[in-house]
């Protein structure tokens, strides 16, 4: 019998990302990718900007299964759930069949953190994970002009955006005074806010969304100022939660995240961790530049040339057309924002209390800038 497999679960940036970084170091090493979806390989970013770039669903999925499986030389297992991880054993518990892992990677990714509502209809408010769920919007809101957006984040204002160039009326309801609340200083905020309502979006900030209803045409939404918005659809892009279920079933050690160290080890031999679903070193980091670091570190380890992960300073561009947006998340609290304003952008600096660069926002034309800046920053992950 030959060594047991690396096991590989979930078919994401982050599974399929470290699955590629491990073949262009070892070709032959058997290797398995478990999805509990259709395991095709597509890029998730693009769904919130989709109708800006002239994509269909059809257009957005990628290599199927059986393509991922010809070209990681891989078995790869589509629409399969995994019940249970068993670290003594070194297995994987399947719907009657259990596999064992040499080593596991889990890539599971993360969940939309559900909204609170009440009211008949509160079940068919849309949440976009994935091509599956986004194809579900689509044909919800095909032929339909009107959409109730809950959540004024990076992924609420970049879908705004999107379906407002698109041509459909767009509410975007957030209990924050400002969109990007918990990334933009209130002049950047501004900007993003006056841009957006320019393409047509209508905003309710200071206030969240109590019922969904239906209505005589669509569905009506109350929210807690006591105005009702008319819809053909909701949409709530509240954020992420990691989803950390099946390693706390297996007692593996989990905060935010699936706790791992600057390896991507998590607490039991031989188990990784990466992606959305992971805490490495005390820091959850649900974008692309990180789990990108992360694949290409891990790659190496399972490879038998261990490595630990490094984040360099990662700067984030929200994909709003209408407002050029760069933001680099200050690392932690303790300073403040240093905010220039002139009429073609913003540039919005985090100092901390030594004078140190520590993160920044560029808003317009300012986000030219964006390298000059980030050369400054200090690694996120030295």
């Known amino acids: 019998m030959g060594k047991a497999p690396i096991i590989v679960l979930g078919s994401g940036l982050a599974g399929y990302g470290v699955a590629r970084e491990l073949r262009k170091l070892d070709a032959e090493r058997a290797l398995v990718v478990v999805s509990r979806d259709e395991a095709r390989a597509y890029s998730k970013p693009m769904l919130s900007n989709a109708f800006a770039s002239g994509k269909t669903v059809t257009q957005l999925g990628g290599a199927s299964a059986a393509d991922m499986a010809a070209q990681l030389r891989a078995e790869v297992r589509a629409n399969t759930e995994v019940r249970a991880i068993d670290t003594v054993r070194r297995a994987i518990e399947l719907d009657g069949e259990t596999l064992t892992y040499s080593k596991l990677v889990l890539a599971l990714g993360a969940d939309p953190i559900s909204v609170p509502l009440a009211g008949d209809a509160a079940d068919e408010v849309q949440r976009v994970n994935d091509l599956e769920s986004y194809a579900r919007f689509r044909a919800k809101i095909e032929g339909r002009r009107r959409v109730v957006l809950l959540g004024a984040g990076l992924i609420g204002c ?225």
């Open 158 to 382: 970049e879908f705004a955006n999107d379906l407002a160039t698109a041509g459909y009326t767009v509410d975007v309801v957030d209990p924050a005074p400002q969109p990007l609340g918990r990334l933009l200083p209130g002049p950047a905020a501004e900007r993003v806010e006056a841009a957006l309502a320019r393409v047509g979006v209508r905003w309710h900030l200071g206030t969240t969304a109590t019922t969904v209803s239906h209505a005589t045409e669509g569905l009506r939404v109350a929210l807690a100022d006591g105005m009702d918005l008319e819809a053909d659809a909701v949409l709530a892009a509240i954020g992420l939660r990691p989803r950390t279920d099946l390693a706390r079933r297996a007692s593996l050690t989990v905060n935010r995240g699936i706790v791992t160290d600057r390896f991507l080890a998590a607490s039991a031999p031989d188990v990784y961790a990466l992606g959305d679903c992971a805490e490495v070193n005390g820091q959850v980091l649900p974008f692309v530049a990180p789990i990108m670091h992360a694949t290409r570190a891990l790659a190496r380890t399972l490879a038998g040339m261990p490595t630990a992960v490094t984040y360099p300073a990662m700067p984030v561009v929200v994909k709003t057309p209408a407002l050029p947006v760069v933001v680099a998340p200050p690392a932690g609290s303790d300073g403040a924002w240093e905010t220039e304003a002139a009429e073609e952008g913003v540039e919005a600096r985090f100092v901390d209390g030594a004078g140190v660069l520590t993160g920044f926002a560029l808003v317009g034309a300012a986000t030219s800038r964006k390298q000059a800046l980030a050369r400054q920053l200090p690694p996120v992950l030295a």
